[in-house]
């Protein structure tokens, strides 16, 4: 019963309805119909009134993998994480940015 429940508070075990349509081209009507099908457990959650649906992801991932099969959830998951990838560049580069800007100030008010 425990352990039932520790997967569901487990970081990355989880995924909401809204990333698995984004990340796995799902729609809403193949989550909803699986939901019903016993194929996804789920919770119910809901933020600023806004419900939505808490899902395992192992259990997308098996859904999708029986759907379009097993390369297309490898390509999905390797677009994910090239896209991920490219998120993190990008932040990266700001910051670095901001860092190289900060030291020109300092470097300034010391004369250097």
Partial sequence: MYEDRAI????????SD???RE???LTQREIVDAIGAGKLQFREGSMHG????RLLR????ALVAEK???EDLQQKKLEKELSDLKKE????????????????????ALGH
Avoid: C, D
């Fill in 18 to 20: 809204k990333s698995a």
């Fill in 50 to 53: 806004n419900p939505w649906y």
């Fill in 8 to 15: 569901w508070q487990r970081k990355g075990a989880t995924m």
């Fill in 23 to 25: 990340e796995f081209g």
């Fill in 89 to 108: 560049a990008r932040r990266l580069k700001t910051r670095l940015k901001a860092i190289e800007r900060r030291q020109t100030e300092l470097n300034a």
């Fill in 58 to 61: 192992h259990e997308v991932e």
């Fill in 68 to 70: 379009g099969g097993q």
